[in-house]
């Protein structure tokens, strides 16, 4: 069935590193691809997606990039702040959208 | 746009007690969703709505849960006979036509003791 494996965190940098969370899926057909991210005591937010092969999300400096040949979905920023600490999750909708599969989380911790 | 809403935010209950929450889509999403997130977890799908249409629900959602969306507008979550094992957040997500992304509530963290 579909799935999402997301890096395990959490993960610590220093303020102004750069930042990659690994995201790889299985799924059939041609799914869309998100990353949400969770600010502590708050509801899951959407920071970007990409609904087909090739396609860049791109929102507030984070970017992914949609690989079907590697099935990856790895989120990136150049510059982390600390406001950034959060949970990220990575997300994968199949085409019918009737549900979201979301990895298990990534716990960003950054430091001044 | 208010966003989604979710009512209560908190609920403390014993064991063996019903309890109901109740969601508030954004106004005018047809889809509402419904998940549970259980702590160091993502969310895990429970079921979805079209309109009043209940379409699809998980195998996680045993007979002691039912969800309802009468009017195709608010949903309800209620759980019968609580169990310790049902201790978790339960989140409402609506998305409206011709949108990818589903936009999430606040959550209810249900604590069951």
């Known amino acids: 069935g579909d799935s999402v494996t997301q890096m395990e965190g959490p993960v610590t940098l220093s303020e102004e590193a750069f930042l990659t969370i690994n995201c790889t899926y299985t799924a059939t057909g041609y799914p869309s691809l998100f990353w949400y991210v969770q600010y502590p005591g708050e509801g899951l937010q959407l920071l970007l997606k990409?609904?087909?092969?090739?396609d860049k999300g791109s929102n507030k400096g984070f970017e992914a990039t949609y690989r079907k040949e590697t099935t990856s979905f790895h989120l990136e920023k150049g510059s982390v702040q600390v406001s950034d600490s959060a949970v990220y999750f990575c997300?994968?909708?199949?085409?019918?959208?009737?549900?979201?599969?979301f990895g298990s989380g990534t716990k960003l911790n950054v430091k001044p | 746009d208010t966003g989604v809403s979710q009512d209560p935010r908190h609920k403390i209950t014993k064991r063996g007690q019903n309890v109901t929450f109740r969601c508030d889509p954004i106004s005018e999403h047809n889809r509402l969703y419904w998940y549970r997130q259980t702590l160091g977890q993502g969310p895990e799908f429970l079921t979805y709505f079209q309109n009043e249409a209940q379409l699809e629900k998980s195998r996680l959602l045993s007979d002691r849960f039912s969800a309802e969306r009468p009017k195709g507008s608010f949903s309800t979550l209620e759980i019968q006979r609580t169990e310790q094992g049902d201790s978790a957040m339960y989140l409402c997500?609506?998305?409206?036509?011709?949108?990818?992304?589903?936009?999430f509530g606040p959550g209810t963290r249900l604590t069951v003791t």
């Open positions: 990409a609904t087909k092969a090739d």
């Open positions: 997500a609506s998305r409206g036509q011709g949108l990818y992304e589903q936009y």
């Open positions: 997300a994968l909708s199949p085409s019918d959208f009737n549900k979201f599969y």
